[in-house]
């Protein structure tokens, strides 16, 4: 039996945001959605917008995380 939540739009969306603004990798930030990183990854694995917006979180990450180096 799965414990695993729908990965709707809006819970994507969501996880992406957090992403951005945090220093939590993504199995982390998922346990908190109980989305499991294989329904996570299944959604971004084709080229498409979804895996657009997760790259863009990642990229925005990646800028969160080294402003906080160098404060």
């Known amino acids: 039996m799965s414990?695993?939540?729908k990965l709707t739009d809006e819970i994507f969306d969501e996880i992406c945001e957090?992403?951005?603004?945090?220093?939590?990798?993504?199995?982390h930030i998922l346990r908190?959605?109980?989305?499991?990183?294989?329904?996570?990854?299944?959604?971004?694995?084709?080229?498409g917008p979804d895996r657009d917006k997760y790259t863009l979180a990642k990229e925005m990450q990646a800028h969160f995380l080294f402003d906080e180096i160098i404060v």
């Open 3 to 5: 414990t695993d939540n």
């Open 18 to 27: 957090e992403i951005t603004t945090s220093s939590k990798g993504l199995v």
């Open 32 to 47: 908190g959605y109980k989305i499991s990183p294989k329904m996570f990854y299944n959604r971004i694995k084709d080229a």
